[in-house]
């Protein structure tokens, strides 16, 4: 016991004399929420538009002022012939440019319909669709005001439910909760324990007194301890940053995360059962477990839009299942009976993953 | 010369001998592209409609089959109670509900104003934008049509009295993946370019190989072309090769010319290898390096306007911008396979990312000397 004491204690040192290290393990999920708070957010703010107004009356007008104060779009050109459209969009600087036809008002007066044209660029897609729907409720707007308000006849009233101001915290939070674990846990364990083997020191400490099972428990009990700890600085800065509480139960929430720091641990003393160098474990585990963290979870992308198989994929993946928890207790405010599913599916892949690595595990040199 | 030779030969057998890194590299691209765009979109699909209908006319049911007849929507359930409805979002079997009141179909057909509610489950806020989206034009689709047999022109009718037309550039039909094709190959040509040689270089450095280069003849400049030139070699074989499949299953336009895209990737490849040269000079382990690749790159990746418009990224973030090199490559290789854009159109990119290249390359140097 003495022993495993020191062991532990040897490894605890090599992570607490890299000052480097430490600083970006507690530094990168403060770095990633800021990042998914401030910087990719979902709204559309300030996109570059440029007019091309052939009619400059008052309708036009004021149509372009209500388009520029809304918030949405910054003017930065104002063109002055067709020609000069797809330049302006090639540049790349300009997202969307909308052409008023001529004798816009003179038009709408005599109770014909005033013509308008929207070019949007759609090399992004989904950015191009908001871009133009924004665009066709404001001009619809001024037009309620311009007939003095003949409604239109349907008015749809929308509710966002669960996340009035459409926020990406509730979806960021636990995602970076579940990528942050998975990174330090699975990544830098199976790193840690193929570096004795590229090193050679794997095979000093194989003919040591130590156990090959105190070995990896020894490897595993630091990183434990980093995640956790990074874990309670996401959920506290998701609280006081971004004012996300949590609905549930606090307890059950770490209770939770806990269990996913085992699993990705178990996954990551797979990962250095089969690797025999680092960048081989760095490979695996960028591949098989960031990307699909990232990509086939639900963090970024809805699992329903993806391809049959996929979804079927995606069941395999673990952060999947703690990503719906963590919704669940943190934002739905749900208790024990929307989970279990999920913490029993956790609970048996953990299981699964530390079987296969206790039987792949090498106690010989080949 | 010749020495830079068996060096370069050294690193290309150490790579292809490596029973893990070549398999790696071939099967990376092909992974990226073939499962992760098809995972990596916002496409709607199967948004779940829960309808709840108190209204029972002809106008709601028609309302009702226009969002079923939509290939977004897929029907859900179906119930009179709102409580109904709420548990099912509760559950998560419901994105949206469209919540039809009683007098709809009266209102309508006395030609008054009446509303509709429409409950988004916004948990995750870009689906929620989109799907409210896509449910407006659903809805004024259907008073267009309502309008029309009323004998009133739909566009007059929708927006009092605009004749809007719009026009999609660059990707008529909105197909999502020639917008997300061009990024993977971005994170793909960076962590070829970035990671590999710089960890190669650091595990000489920490299985203590590098001593015995440093008392062989081998000039200082020899060693790091040795180091660098492989990789640059298949970071550009990775993006053609990326590009060959893209081509092939995904039909994905190339519209500029691919010689300008290749040529502002070597550049790019540059900087990006002198990045990881420079991380290699302050790193000791490749658990520190990769540790530390990690963490710029997601945070590189996320800045450089993968997912989201760069211009609604606050004005710090748009400034700090000027030192990450995927945000010029984002830009320019959107800017050149999708909108077809020429060498005058993004000078300003090559010129700036030839300046970074060699200040971290200068930077790079400058540390490695002072560390051997």
Do not use: C
Request: hydrophobic share 50%.
């Amino acid at each position: 016991m003495k022993s495993f004491y020191g062991f532990i204690r040897k490894e605890f040192l090599h992570i607490f004399r890299d000052p480097r290290t430490l600083l970006i393990l507690f530094g990168m999920p403060i770095a990633q929420i800021m990042i998914f708070g401030y910087v990719v957010t979902n709204e559309i703010k300030d996109i570059p538009i440029a007019i091309l107004d052939q009619s400059k009356d008052q309708a036009t007008r004021e149509i372009s002022n209500k388009l520029i104060s809304s918030g949405y779009f910054k003017l930065v050109m104002n063109l002055t012939s067709l020609k000069e459209v797809e330049p302006a969009m090639k540049k790349g600087n300009v997202k969307e440019v909308i052409v008023f036809e001529p004798d816009f008002r003179k038009k709408l007066e005599s109770g014909l319909p005033g013509s308008v044209q929207i070019i949007a660029d759609a090399s992004d897609p989904n950015t191009a669709n908001l871009i133009v729907n924004y665009t066709f409720g404001i001009m619809q707007d001024y037009m309620t005001q311009y007939q003095e308000g003949k409604p239109n006849i349907i008015v749809p009233e929308v509710r966002m439910i669960y996340n009035e101001g459409l926020k990406g915290v509730y979806m960021f939070v636990p995602g970076t909760m579940a990528l942050i674990l998975m990174l330090i846990s699975a990544m830098m364990t199976s790193i840690s324990i193929s570096r004795e083997k590229e090193l050679g020191t794997m095979e000093v400490l194989m003919v040591s007194p130590i156990k090959p099972f105190h070995i990896v428990v020894g490897k595993v009990i630091p990183y434990i301890g980093l995640s956790f700890i990074n874990a309670v600085v996401i959920i506290l800065l998701g609280f006081f940053v971004f004012e996300l509480p949590v609905k549930g139960s606090l307890i059950l929430l770490l209770l939770e995360s806990l269990l996913f720091i085992s699993l990705a641990l178990s996954l990551g003393i797979l990962i250095s059962t089969v690797s025999n160098s680092q960048m081989v474990a760095m490979f695996i585990s960028l591949l098989g477990l960031m990307l699909p963290t990232i990509l086939l979870s639900g963090f970024i992308y809805p699992i329903e839009n993806m391809p049959v198989i996929l979804q079927w994929i995606s069941n395999l993946m673990p952060p999947k299942w703690f990503i719906i928890v963590v919704k669940n207790i943190m934002i739905k405010g749900e208790g024990w009976m929307y989970i279990w599913k999920e913490t029993l599916i956790m609970i048996s892949m953990t299981a699964f993953f530390l079987l296969v690595a206790i039987r792949k595990f090498k106690i010989r040199l080949e | 010369m010749r020495t830079i030779f068996y060096l370069i030969q050294k690193e290309f057998i150490q790579v292809i001998r490596n029973r893990v890194m070549l398999p790696m590299m071939i099967i990376m691209p092909i992974f990226q592209m073939l499962v992760l765009l098809y995972a990596a979109t916002l496409e709607m699909k199967h948004i779940e409609l829960f309808v709840v209908d108190n209204d029972h006319t002809e106008a709601s049911r028609t309302l009702v089959s226009k969002f079923e007849g939509s290939p977004f929507y897929k029907l859900s359930g179906y119930s009179a109670s709102i409580q109904e409805a709420e548990k099912q979002m509760k559950k998560d079997k419901a994105d949206i509900i469209l919540n039809i009141k009683k007098d709809f179909g009266k209102s309508l057909s006395r030609g008054e104003g009446t509303d509709i509610q429409l409950l988004i489950n916004a948990i995750n806020g870009t689906k929620a934008g989109l799907i409210n989206a896509y449910s407006l034009n659903v809805l004024s689709e259907y008073m267009g049509e309502y309008a029309k047999d009323r004998g009133v022109s739909a566009e007059q009718f929708l927006s009092g009295s605009l004749d809007v037309r719009y026009r999609y550039w660059f990707n008529a039909e909105l197909n999502f993946k020639h917008f997300m094709l061009p990024g993977i190959l971005v994170i793909l040509v960076t962590v070829m370019g970035m990671a590999l040689s710089a960890i190669s270089f650091v595990k000489e450095k920490e299985i203590g190989t590098i001593e015995q280069i440093n008392v062989t003849p081998i000039l200082k400049y020899q060693f790091l072309a040795g180091k660098l030139l492989p990789f640059w070699i298949i970071a550009l074989f990775e993006l053609a090769f990326g590009l060959t499949i893209g081509r092939i299953f995904f039909d994905i336009p190339i519209r500029g010319s691919l010689f300008l895209l290749f040529a502002f990737s070597s550049v790019y490849l540059l900087a990006v290898m002198g990045i990881g040269l420079f991380f290699s000079t302050i790193t000791r382990t490749q658990q520190q390096i990769m540790l530390l690749f990690f963490f710029f790159n997601i945070v590189f990746i996320l800045m450089s306007g993968i997912f989201t418009p760069v211009e609604s990224m606050p004005q710090w973030a748009q400034t700090a911008n000027i030192v990450n090199p995927l945000a010029y490559f984002m830009r320019v290789i959107r800017m050149i396979m999708l909108k077809g854009s020429g060498i005058q159109d993004i000078l300003r990119e090559l010129i700036s990312l030839s300046i970074y290249a060699i200040l971290i390359f200068s930077l790079a140097v400058w540390r490695y000397r002072k560390t051997s």
